[in-house]
C-alpha cells in the first residue's frame, strides 16, 4: 500500500461534490484534512481560495507538493489511480465504461442544474422565487433519478449496486444525488431499484460517515 500522504479537503458540510469525495476517501481508507470553505457565507470567492480554484467551486483536494485537483469525478479518478484497492471500477473495458456513463449521468448531466450559483443566476435575471426554484428542482432530479431508474432496471449488469455488488463511482455518484434531494426533503416517486440501491449504500460505513448532516458545519 502506498504510503499515506498529507491531503487537505476544501469542503463544505452540504455539497454533493464534496460528499463524493469523502466516500471515496472512505472507501479507499484514506484520510484528508478538511478545510472549511463555507459557501453559504460566499467563502468561495475569497481571493485566497480562487487561487486554488478560479471558478471558485468545491471540493479541491490539495496533496502537498502538488498543484490542486478539482472537480469531483477527476478526483475520484485520481484517488482510484493512486490507492487502486479496493477499486472503484470495474476490471473490464465495458463495465469501466458503464459505471463511468452513470457516474456522468448524475454529476455532468443531473447535478449542475440544481446548484447554489444557478439558482442565484435564475433568481436575479428571471426573478425566480422559492416556490419555482423548488419546482426547478424536482424537475430535473426527477428527470436524472427516472432515466437513471430505467437504466438500472434494463440493464443485467445491475447488482446489489449501480454495477454489480461492490460499491464503484456509479454508486458514489448516485449517493450524491439523493442525499441532496433528502436535504431539500423532495419525493421522487417510482424509483424502487435506486431505492434499494441506497439502503445498500445507507448500510455501507463508507457513506454513512460521509453523510452531509454528520460534517463539520452542519445544522443540528
Known amino acids: 500500500m502506498a504510503t499515506q500522504p498529507s491531503f487537505e479537503l476544501y469542503a463544505y458540510w ?14 479507499k481508507g484514506l484520510k484528508a484534512n478538511e478545510r472549511i470553505v ?14 486554488i480554484n478560479p471558478l471558485g467551486a468545491i471540493p479541491a483536494l490539495v496533496e ?26 470495474p476490471q473490464d ?9 452513470i457516474a456522468a449521468m448524475l454529476a455532468s448531466d ?3 442544474l440544481i446548484t447554489g450559483r444557478v439558482k442565484k443566476y435564475l433568481t436575479a435575471s428571471t426573478g425566480m422565487d422559492d ?8 424537475q430535473w432530479f426527477g428527470t436524472g433519478l427516472s432515466a437513471l431508474e ?9 447488482g446489489v449496486f449501480c454495477h454489480g455488488d461492490t460499491p464503484t463511482m456509479a454508486d458514489i455518484c448516485l449517493a450524491s444525488i439523493v442525499e441532496m434531494v433528502r436535504i431539500f426533503k423532495i419525493t421522487i416517486p417510482d424509483i424502487p431499484t435506486i431505492d434499494r440501491i441506497m439502503a445498500a449504500c445507507d448500510a455501507h460505513p463508507a457513506f454513512a460517515e460521509a453523510t452531509p448532516s454528520r460534517q463539520i458545519g452542519a445544522p443540528a
Open 131 to 138: 416556490t419555482a426554484w423548488r419546482a426547478w428542482q424536482i
Open 38 to 51: 463555507n459557501i453559504d457565507a460566499g467563502e468561495q470567492r475569497d481571493e485566497e481560495f480562487l487561487k
Open 93 to 101: 473495458l465495458h463495465g469501466r465504461a458503464r459505471v463511468r456513463s
Open 14 to 27: 452540504r455539497t454533493s461534490a464534496t460528499y463524493r469525495v469523502r466516500v471515496a476517501l472512505n472507501l
Open 110 to 112: 443531473t447535478h449542475p
Open 64 to 89: 502537498i507538493g502538488h498543484a490542486p485537483l478539482t472537480q469531483s469525478l477527476a478526483i475520484l479518478e485520481f484517488l482510484e489511480e493512486f490507492q487502486p484497492a479496493p477499486p472503484l471500477l
Open 150 to 158: 430505467q437504466r438500472l432496471v434494463a440493464e443485467p449488469l445491475t
